[in-house]
C-alpha cells in the first residue's frame, strides 16, 4: 500500500461528497471549503511527527475500511444537516490531500515523513 491506495481512497470519499453536494444542490462555502483544506494540511504537519507509527496503523484494512465509511457517514450527516459547509469543507480536506499526494509524487515537495 502507499500513496497509490490512499489516493483511490481519497477519490472514493471526494466523488461521494461531490455526489452529495450536487445530489442537494448545495452552494460552495469557501470559507469551509479553506478550513477542510487548512485541516488536512495541519493534520499531516501533526502525523508527519510519528510518520512510521501513523503509516504502521493507516496500513492496517480494518483502519482504511472505517476512515473510508467514517467519509461516507459524513457525506450522509452533511447532505442532511448543513451541505454547504459540510459538504465544502470535506471537499477541501480532500482536495488539499489530493494536492499534496501530487506535490510529492512530482517531487516538489518532500514527503511527510521528511518533514521532521
Known amino acids: ?5 490512499d489516493g483511490a481512497l481519497a477519490a472514493v470519499a471526494l466523488a ?3 455526489a452529495a ?3 442537494v444542490d448545495a452552494a460552495p462555502s469557501v470559507p469551509a471549503f479553506l478550513l477542510g483544506a487548512a485541516g488536512t494540511l495541519a493534520f499531516e504537519a501533526v502525523a508527519a511527527r510519528r510518520a512510521a507509527a501513523v503509516r504502521r496503523y493507516w496500513e492496517r484494512r480494518a483502519v482504511q475500511v472505517a ?9 450522509a450527516v452533511g447532505a442532511a444537516v448543513a451541505p454547504s459547509p459540510l459538504l465544502s469543507a470535506g471537499g477541501g ?6 494536492l499534496l499526494l501530487a ?14
Open 1 to 5: 500500500m502507499g500513496a497509490r491506495t
Open 16 to 18: 461521494a461528497f461531490a
Open 21 to 23: 453536494f450536487v445530489a
Open 67 to 75: 476512515s473510508l465509511a467514517g467519509a461516507l457517514a459524513l457525506v
Open 93 to 98: 480536506a480532500l482536495a488539499a490531500y489530493f
Open 103 to 116: 506535490l510529492v509524487r512530482a517531487g516538489a515537495v518532500p514527503p511527510p515523513r521528511a518533514w521532521t
